[in-house]
Structure formats: C-alpha cells, structure tokens
C-alpha cells in the first residue's frame, strides 16, 4: 500500500511541476503528460490484481477513448467510428467551441479506467490532478467546461460500448471443470489456484474476426514415451531449468510479470504483486515514443494500436489455451521425472498452450515495428519498480523475442508453444495494422 501512495503522491507532484501561468496548451501538449497518465493507470491496475486479459481489455478501452478524442481534431487521424466491432456513432464534438483536445483525451483515458478498475479515490485523484492542471495553468472556462463535456461524451460512449462484449457474462458464467484426462492441465503449486479466465475467449474481438482467426496448430500429442515429441519437449525444459545461465535467470525474471505472485517462507505465504505482461509493453510503448520525440497525438496513436493487438492477442491465446488444455512442465516433470523439481518462475494458474507472453510480445512489437521500423532501440527500465536493472535492446522485436524465450528459461513453458504463438502474434500485430485505417 505505502509503495502504491508513494507512485502515486509522485506522479502528481511532476504533473504540476511547470509555472502557473497562461501555459496549458503547453502543459496539455506535452506526450509525457498521457504516458506518465497511462503509467498510474498501469499503477491502479497492479494494486486491484487484474488478470492479465482483464487489464489489457482496460488499456484498450481507455485508449479507445482517448483516440476518439484526438482524432475528432486531428486530420491526420480518422476516427474508428464503423471499424472495429459496434463501434458506431461516435460522438463528435460541438460545433464552433473552443475544446482543449489533449486534456480532453486525458481525461477521457482515466474516466474509463476510472469506471473499470477499483481503486476509485485513488483514479479520482489521478482526474482531480488533471482538471487543478487546466485550472492552475490558466485554461479559460468556457474551454476548459466544454473540454470536461467532451471527455465524458467520449467515455459514456465507449463506456456503453464495453457492456456489449460480453464481459459481465463471464463473470457470472459456470465454473470451469477441470479436465480428469491424462495430459491436461491441473493447478500448480504453491497456490492451486482455479483456471483463470477460462471463458475469456467468448469476449468481443476488437478487430480479428473472431478468437478463431488465428488458431494456432494442435500441440505434440502428450506421451510418456521417453522417444516422443512431447517428452522430448519436456526433457528440454527440465534440463534447460536444472542448468540456467545467470543471463538466462536474469531474462525469466525480468519478463515475469505476475500479477499476484504466492511466496512460501517456511509455514508463511504471502502474495506481492507486479504489472502484467500488457502493462509491461505500455511502458514500453511510453519509451520508444518519448525516444521518437512524438507529440501527443501520435503518443495516442500508439497506445491506442498497440492495446488493441494486445487484447486481441489474449482473446486468440485463450481460445488456443482452453481449446487443448495443455499439461504444464512442473506437472509432468513432477508425476514422471523428478518429483523434487521446480520452475524458476511460478507457473501461472492456467494451460500451456500457447504462450501469453510471447503473443502478446510480438503482435505489440509488430505494431510498433510497423510504426518505426526494425532500428528502433530502446532501454527498458519498466521494471525498476520490482527491482531488476534495465535492459538494452536494439528493436521492439528483439524484446519480444526474448520476452517469449523467457518463459521457456522460467520454466513454465515448452519451446514450441512459444513459436507457435509468435506465429500467432506476428498475424495479430499485422492485422491491427492493415486492417484499421486510423491515419490518413
């Protein structure tokens, strides 16, 4: 909790950090104003331990939002009205009344983080800040009232949009079974928690077709035949973790991303927290559009595009997950190979196959590869916060690329589930990008 206020008491103070005086367009125009928003909605999202397909239908609903917004004004952007699933009739702003888009597209961003997380006193002092921000910096009223109007129209809409993807239904939809057939996926220790989402492939696609579109290949068949595909596959990871490099450690925690990690000290549990997998490339998104020296607009942008690949990438890997219900490696390798073993990582408490990090690694590197090309390097210090260092990378595929091998030195996947949903991903990330016409 005291982590939590700290983030965010600081947050606030850099928000109001420049002279009050008849600056906002200034002060609103900045790009790291949206990213440093998006890093504490990433904040509230880690403190109510959202799942990570849960978070990521978060940022790309609020970005959503904010997009409309911009691409009301901008003329480079084309509004998504009609291009993605009942997006329809998106309210355009009044006719001949001066709006401050980018306060507006801000606020519209938290409005709908605000509505969908729960922490809502501390998202409320997050909207607070913004509006003592337009006030302080000397935004005329009738601006700054219309601009507040606008934000609300936007988010109501999206608001209302949101309730039609079948989000509530899974909530209350019935409890997943666990499978009684050999081979398929149980919880793992040290929690034993139930199957996370497992309905979430029933969830409205933002632009695929369906969870369907990109299926991956059906899995090695499960075999204890120590000459199979499958065993084999098993065998690599169980050697792989028995033999790790500290390079190859340092990349399986770094890439971690648990949301709600279970520790055991003796006879204690406890739990800590981390961003997800999505919050994790939100941040990135934030570096490499702080690198490129993008103005607000096209911070936006691409935020918006890369939550819309990663949402889409959760919904294709859920379906592929509870279509086949895939053993983990912790569990094979304890019932046949070595009851002592244990993966470097947590398993996370639902199947294997495919990956969710890698998929959704690369459909965000493939969006921002589209972007700004493969020579785009970057530092990644995202998980500062949680303690480890940064590291370099010379593209956002690179990172993917090793974002998904991490989960293979973690221990809670095979290789080939990983490159399988790379496959996925890649198609994912192109298809964001081909099939929305978001810039003119």
């Known amino acids: 909790m005291k982590k939590f206020i700290r983030f965010f008491a600081l947050g606030s103070i850099l928000l109001q950090a420049c002279n009050t005086s008849n600056d906002y367009e200034q002060v609103f125009k900045n790009p790291l104003l949206y990213s440093k928003i998006t890093d504490q909605l990433t904040e509230v999202i880690t403190y109510d331990i959202f799942t990570p397909p849960v978070a990521s239908r978060i940022y790309a609903y609020g970005h959503l939002a904010a997009y409309e917004v911009i691409a009301h004004n901008n003329p480079k952007y084309n509004t998504l009205d009609g291009q993605i699933k009942d997006w329809k009739q998106v309210p355009a702003p009044p006719a001949e009344q001066p709006i401050q888009y980018q306060f ?160 055991v000290a003796g006879h204690v549990m406890f739990a800590t927290k981390a961003m997800t997998p999505g919050g994790h490339w939100m941040g990135i998104t934030g570096i490499i559009a702080k690198n490129k020296n993008v103005d607000f607009d096209e911070t936006v942008y691409n935020y918006t595009t890369v939550s819309f690949a990663v949402m889409d990438a959760f919904i294709s890997c859920w379906d592929m997950k509870y279509e086949w219900n895939l053993i983990r490696p912790e569990t094979f390798i304890n019932r046949y190979m070595d009851e002592d073993w244990k993966p470097l990582l947590q398993t996370p408490p639902f199947p294997e196959y495919t990956s969710g990090h890698a998929i959704i690694s690369t459909a965000a590197a493939s969006v921002l590869t589209t972007i700004y090309g493969d020579n785009t390097p970057f530092r990644d210090t995202t998980e500062r916060a949680w303690g480890w260092p940064d590291r370099e990378f010379k593209s956002p595929r690179e990172a993917a690329k090793e974002a998904g091998i991490s989960r293979f030195y973690g221990g809670i996947h095979y290789r080939n589930s990983i490159i399988k949903a790379e496959e996925q991903g890649e198609k994912i990330g192109q298809l964001v990008m081909t099939k929305l016409k978001m810039k003119k």
Not at 124 to 145: C, E, F, Q, T, V
């Open 104 to 263: 507006a597209a801000a606020l519209a961003l938290m409005q709908v983080g605000e509505a969908l997380t729960f922490s809502k006193e501390t998202t409320a002092a997050i909207i607070d800040s913004l509006h003592r921000l337009a006030k302080d910096h000397g935004m005329p009223a009738d601006m700054y009232n219309n601009s507040v109007q606008y934000a609300d129209t936007v988010a109501r809409h999206v608001l209302a949009w949101s309730k039609k993807d079948n989000y509530a239904q899974t909530r209350s939809a019935t409890k997943y079974t666990i499978p009684n057939d050999e081979g398929k996926w149980v919880p793992t220790p040290p929690g034993y928690f139930q199957a996370v989402e497992p309905h979430w492939r029933t969830i409205r696609t933002i632009v695929m077709d369906s969870a369907e579109q990109f299926i991956a290949p059906p899995p090695p068949d499960f075999s204890k035949d120590t000459n199979s595909a499958f065993y084999k596959g098993v065998q690599e990871v169980y050697l792989t973790g028995k033999n790790l490099t500290e390079e190859q450690a340092a990349i399986a925690n770094f890439w971690d991303c648990n949301g709600f990690k279970m520790n």
